[in-house]
């Protein structure tokens, strides 16, 4: 998330504005004028009522919707040199945020590995295609790597973030 945002800071500086992607995740921009932008992803609340808050926080706070992808928003903010630009988040909620990340992709994880188990007795079974099963194996093998990878960086970010706070004690 943290990388992706720098890029998109860094694409803004040269002229290209965000405007979002497509669901295969093919990133879109517009061309326009060079600005100092800074972008921040972030999950949108589960309730109505909590995402509209928030939605509404994150305006007042000068933050404007860039994009949106599924429940993730894509927020962006003109940086003034010399002066910080407030947070989208506070750490307490960006841990929350990650810890539910992280919760979320390792119960998904079990899913697809038990997903995974009961394919099993098809590759030796007459019932279905043989290359359907083995089709549906890697599919669900790649998924499993891509949501044990997200649990993993939610956990080091987790981590990290709680390090800041005892350096700082």
């Not at 994150?58 to 994009?67: K, P, V």
């Amino acid at each position: 998330m943290d990388e992706h945002a720098e890029w998109l800071s860094e694409m803004a500086r040269q002229g290209w504005h965000y405007k979002g992607q497509d669901f295969v995740g093919f990133q879109h921009f517009e061309s326009g004028a060079p600005a100092e932008m800074a972008f921040c992803w972030d999950q949108t609340p589960l309730t109505k009522s909590a995402a509209f808050a928030y939605r509404q926080k994150c305006r007042e706070a000068g933050w404007e919707m860039a994009a949106s992808f599924g429940r993730w928003l894509c927020w962006s903010i003109s940086v003034v040199p010399g002066q910080p630009g407030q947070p989208l988040r506070d750490k307490a909620g960006t841990l929350a945020m990650l810890l539910a990340r992280q919760r979320q992709c390792s119960l998904q994880v079990m899913l697809l590995l038990a997903m995974m188990f009961l394919q099993f007795p098809n590759l030796f079974g007459t019932r279905k295609p043989l290359w359907l099963t083995i089709v549906v194996l890697v599919c669900l093998a790649a998924a499993v790597y891509f949501h044990a990878r997200d649990a993993i960086y939610a956990k080091a970010r987790v981590r990290q973030l709680e390090g800041l706070d005892r350096a700082s004690v």
